[in-house]
């Protein structure tokens, strides 16, 4: 994907801002998968919702959303907290994070942390049966910060690290997992090394990442200065694949030992080296 029809696809996911956005681009371009846009979909809420946080987390305005949050409770208001957050555009989750912390006492030490992430994940512990309804409304319609979709990404990164190794095993190509690797003692680790590298299309590859995620410049830069340099200068050149696409001109790296791909490679284009 280029980078004119991701920023095309991103102001779209902007201007409309709930579901229909993915309709109206599936329509106008049939040839991206709906996994892809559901992971730039997810990429660019999370993103927005995290860069504008700090403005929800300013004393007085987290006074005031717990305040809200009363006065709908003594009307006897159900969804309180889903309207709200709807209406001052906050993710679910991060809006029941803030009336928690408030319901407790706003204090910031690690305790009540602790505390609040048990309560996200199991509302129905809160003591106040009715705030524990609205958190757990909050947290089962959220698609981005509840437990379960934070949940659901981990699987998803599982399943593509598992089909990489099918793939791997699939081309007899010899690899130690991350895992293994740390028990040998390595901190930061790809998902696979070689044990013996291999070739494709004249890029050798020593080690490989698997990203269930859409390629886009900010998560790529990021990915670059927390990984894989670090891998490339322990093991040498390696292969990135994001299953879910990625924006083509991120692919500059190739002559330096950083190639990407959107799928493993296939038989053709590898070439092994000799044991």
Not at 10 to 32: F, M
Not at 111 to 130: F, G, Y
Request: aromatic residues 10%; glycine residues 6%; neutral net charge.
């Amino acid at each position: 994907m280029n980078v004119q029809l991701y920023k095309e696809i991103v102001s779209v996911i902007r201007a409309e801002r709930c579901s229909e956005w993915l309709q109206k681009v599936a329509a106008k371009h049939p040839g991206i998968s709906l996994g892809t846009l559901e992971s730039i979909g997810s990429q660019i809420r999370r993103r927005d919702a995290l860069q504008t946080l700090h403005t929800h987390k300013r004393p007085d305005v987290m006074s005031k959303y717990y305040q809200r949050y009363l006065a709908g409770k003594l009307r006897k208001k159900s969804g309180v907290l889903l309207n709200l957050a709807q209406e001052v555009s906050l993710a679910p989750t991060l809006l029941a994070r803030i009336i928690l912390e408030q319901h407790a006492g706003g204090t910031q030490d690690v305790p009540l942390k602790v505390q609040i992430n048990s309560w996200i994940k199991n509302p129905l512990s809160i003591p106040d049966k009715e705030l524990a309804e609205e958190v757990e409304q909050c947290t089962g319609n959220d698609p981005d910060f509840s437990p379960c979709s934070v949940e659901y990404r981990h699987q998803i990164g599982k399943k593509y690290e598992l089909l990489l190794q099918e793939k791997l095993d699939s081309h007899h190509l010899c690899y130690i997992a991350e895992d293994a690797m740390r028990k040998l003692g390595y901190d930061k680790t790809p998902d696979v090394k070689m044990e013996v590298p291999f070739a494709v299309c004249g890029h050798v590859v020593n080690w490989v990442e698997s990203k269930a995620s859409f390629g886009d410049e900010e998560s790529h830069r990021q990915y670059l200065e927390d990984q894989y340099w670090s891998y490339w200068n322990r093991f040498g050149p390696g292969l990135v694949i994001y299953w879910f696409g990625y924006i083509d001109e991120l692919n500059v790296h190739q002559g330096k030992g950083i190639l990407l791909r959107d799928n493993f490679p296939i038989l053709s284009e590898i070439i092994t080296m000799p044991v």
